[in-house]
């Protein structure tokens, strides 16, 4: 019985020994698990910190640049914040454990890219922590223009609370269809009700709270489709299958005149009338629907009177949108896989394809550099690298809800005229091309068709009587 009872009794004794080193063990897992989860949370809070100050690094060599282009060399910069302005200091910039520097470089005559990089040390045994940001900021003002048409200064205030600043009503049975804006005044496209109704607007919006209307005029059309200004001439879209290209002389703003009707040559059909155009450097290029014939042509108007076809592209489906930039034609059409198209046009008598991409039919198109092009294919919003067009590379993309009609694109805001029936009106933030985020909206009675941007106005063309809409940023 004694026995038995030491035999208990030693038992006893590793069973408290085994306890002890497992609860020993419990223990110093605990630690260990609660110092990891430690480390993790102090990580995370570290790359939050600094992905703000390397946001924060964008927005401020932004501003920098923007107000001195040209004093600004390229180089590695830190950024300091004194008497409420930003200004670049030394190489680099610390902020607690944090290090930050600004990289500048130019990419070509009119486009800078900034780099943001942050990095810390949390201890000596652990690695180097790093965050790093880049945009691509263009020189607006230096960007050859489609005829006196550079958009102005950039923007400022809070285009996340935008506002109507005025509105104009066309008048019953007036759908406005597109619009271009010069220096304040308004050239809008519309269609009409009737034919004997007005089909070209011009509106003087000097006064943005209170725009009025200097002139309307009647083309004898169906209605016109686009238009495309600069000064003196504007050039429409016309619905007429025998005369395409209307050229409108605008020199008196309260007397409009067609100074000349064109048909495109070789182009037939009940759809060859046309939708879309564009006003670069004596040339107009001009877009139709789906036609018997090619559906892209340049046209020379050197002398507006006298139009004078220099040559055409055959795309096989509707034209919806056109943007040119350094002898490229970037096209948004309905095509099977070529949603967007890119042309060389250096030659307009050897038009040649350089290459496509997207399956959907895409509405819109807005080129802001070589590298990056503003795109709205099907009910999306996409963010494109273009510097090679036969192998273009999706950045980013972003759902709107709906069809994107037109696309205007300034600093690092995009503004979209949609047909979503809440958000007609929709601002996209683009620093990032990488990922486009939504940043506000504004909802009006009708779709949105056009969209232009003129010193911190946007200017849209609307679907319904009230068919301008200006809108600008919160104070």
């Known amino acids: 019985m004694s026995f038995s009872a030491n035999k208990k009794g030693g038992y006893s004794i590793i069973e408290i020994l085994i306890a002890m080193v497992l609860f020993t063990a419990s223990i110093s897992l605990t630690i260990i698990l609660f110092s990891n989860s430690q480390n993790v949370l102090v990580n995370r809070e570290n790359n939050i910190l600094a992905k703000s100050l390397s946001n924060e690094g964008l927005n401020g060599a932004n501003v920098i640049l923007k107000n001195n282009w040209q004093s600004i060399a390229d180089g590695q910069y830190g950024l300091s914040w004194e ?6 200091s030394d190489i680099q910039d610390t902020q607690g454990i944090f290090t930050r520097k600004i990289t500048i470089t130019t990419m070509e005559n009119s486009e800078r890219k900034i780099k943001s990089a942050v990095t810390w040390q949390e201890s000596p045994l652990r690695p180097e922590g790093k965050v790093e940001l880049a945009t691509i900021l263009t020189n607006w003002v230096n960007v050859v223009d489609t ?6 200064g950039g923007i400022t205030g809070d285009w996340q609370n935008p506002q109507t600043l005025g509105s104009v009503d066309l008048g019953p049975g007036n759908s406005a269809t597109d619009l271009d804006v010069i220096n304040k005044i308004v050239y809008m496209s519309a269609e009409a009700s009737a034919l004997v109704k007005p089909d070209f607007w011009i509106i003087d919006a000097t006064d943005g709270q209170n725009p009025v209307i200097k002139s309307s005029l009647d083309v004898d059309s169906n209605g ?3 238009v495309d200004a600069t000064q003196n001439y504007a050039y429409a879209a016309n619905q007429k299958t025998d005369a395409q290209l209307l050229v409108i002389d605008t020199s008196n703003i309260l007397s409009p005149a067609v100074t000349a009707s064109f048909q495109l ?3 037939s059909g009940s759809n060859a009338v046309g939708n879309a155009i564009f006003y670069y450097a004596n040339k107009v290029y001009i877009g139709t629907k789906e036609a018997t014939g090619p559906e892209f042509h340049i046209i020379d108007v050197t002398d507006p009177a006298y139009p004078n076809h220099l040559g055409s592209f055959e795309i096989n489906d509707n034209i919806n949108d056109i943007y040119i930039s350094d002898n490229r034609a970037y096209l948004a059409t309905d095509l ?3 949603g967007l198209m890119v042309l060389d046009v250096s030659n307009p008598s050897a038009i040649a394809l350089l290459g496509q991409t997207f399956s959907s039919d895409t509405k819109s198109v807005f080129n802001i550099h070589s590298s990056l092009t ?3 294919p099907a009910q999306e919003f996409y963010t494109i690298d273009t510097i090679n067009p036969a192998d273009m590379i999706k950045l980013g993309f972003i759902g709107v809800g709906n069809v994107i009609n037109d696309i205007v694109a300034r600093d690092t805001l995009a503004f979209l005229a949609t047909a979503n029936s809440n958000r007609e009106f929709q601002v996209i ?8 985020t939504f ?6 009675p009708q779709v949105a068709t056009g969209i232009d941007y003129e010193d911190n106005l946007v200017y849209v063309s609307v679907r319904s009587n009230d068919g301008l809409r200006i809108i600008t940023s919160a104070p």
């Open 429 to 436: 933030n683009i620093s990032d091309p990488s990922n486009p």
């Open 265 to 267: 040559p070789g182009v």
């Open 439 to 444: 940043h506000s909206s504004f909802n009006f």
């Open 374 to 376: 503003l795109l709205g």
């Open 147 to 152: 005829g006196g048409d550079d958009g102005g």
């Open 83 to 88: 008497n409420n302005t930003w200004s670049f």
């Open 336 to 338: 099977g896989n070529a």
């Open 224 to 226: 016109l489709n686009a």
